[in-house]
């Protein structure tokens, strides 16, 4: 999920901490039964959950399998970059295939996530995109076999 600087910050009481925990747990949990949990009424959980929607702290999506959607090769990619990052960052952000752009300290000034239909897809998308970026001076693919665990109930702080 982006993050927008210039977004105004959304205050999270122990309410709205509770209702991110239940749609983590089932994000099609009902609004009527989130109610129940934390003592609010359907409308006003509905309310809440928009606004922490709007505010970019959650989003609701449904989690895929790629493997079971025709994609068959996932990677993380580490970039080397050369001068500003973030102007890297957004355009590799703006690529189809990618879906996790991050900023790092360490050996990578970016780790991107990416999903591809087959190494020959994957190999034009590094070549023929992430590398023709301006600044860009290397690339690391780290090659995914096996997806061990991938969750995102770690709930609230």
Same mark, same amino acid.
């Given at each position: 999920?982006?993050?927008?600087?210039?977004?105004?910050?959304?205050?999270?009481?122990?309410?709205?901490?509770?209702?991110?925990?239940? %749609?983590?747990?089932?994000?099609?949990?009902?609004?009527?039964?989130?109610?129940?949990?934390? =003592?609010?009424?359907?409308?006003?959980?509905? &309310?809440?959950?928009?606004?922490?929607?709007?505010?970019?702290?959650? &989003?609701? #999506?449904?989690? /895929?399998?790629?493997?079971?959607? =025709? !994609?068959?090769?996932?990677?993380?990619?580490?970039?080397?970059?050369?001068?500003?990052?973030?102007?890297?960052?957004?355009?590799?952000?703006?690529?189809?295939?990618?879906?996790?752009?991050?900023? /790092?300290?360490?050996?990578?000034?970016? %780790?991107?996530? #990416? *999903?591809?239909?087959?190494? @020959?897809? %994957?190999? @034009?998308?590094?070549?023929?995109?992430?590398?023709?970026?301006? /600044? *860009?001076?290397?690339?690391?693919? !780290?090659?995914?076999?096996?997806?061990?665990?991938?969750?995102?109930?770690?709930?609230?702080?």
């Amino acid at each position: 999920m982006a993050r927008n600087p210039g977004r105004s910050a959304v205050q999270l009481d122990d309410v709205s901490k509770a209702i991110i925990e239940q %749609l983590q747990q089932d994000g099609r949990r009902s609004y009527a039964a989130i109610g129940k949990v934390v =003592g609010l009424s359907e409308a006003a959980v509905r &309310q809440r959950v928009q606004r922490l929607i709007e505010g970019g702290v959650m &989003q609701v #999506v449904a989690v /895929t399998d790629p493997l079971e959607l =025709g !994609f068959a090769r996932q990677a993380m990619v580490g970039v080397r970059v050369s001068g500003p990052l973030e102007p890297v960052a957004d355009a590799i952000a703006e690529l189809e295939e990618v879906d996790y752009v991050v900023v /790092t300290a360490g050996s990578y000034d970016l %780790l991107v996530e #990416v *999903v591809c239909e087959s190494d @020959e897809h %994957l190999l @034009e998308l590094i070549s023929g995109h992430i590398r023709t970026i301006p /600044t *860009v001076v290397s690339t690391e693919t !780290f090659m995914y076999l096996r997806l061990r665990k991938q969750t995102y109930s770690w709930g609230v702080r």
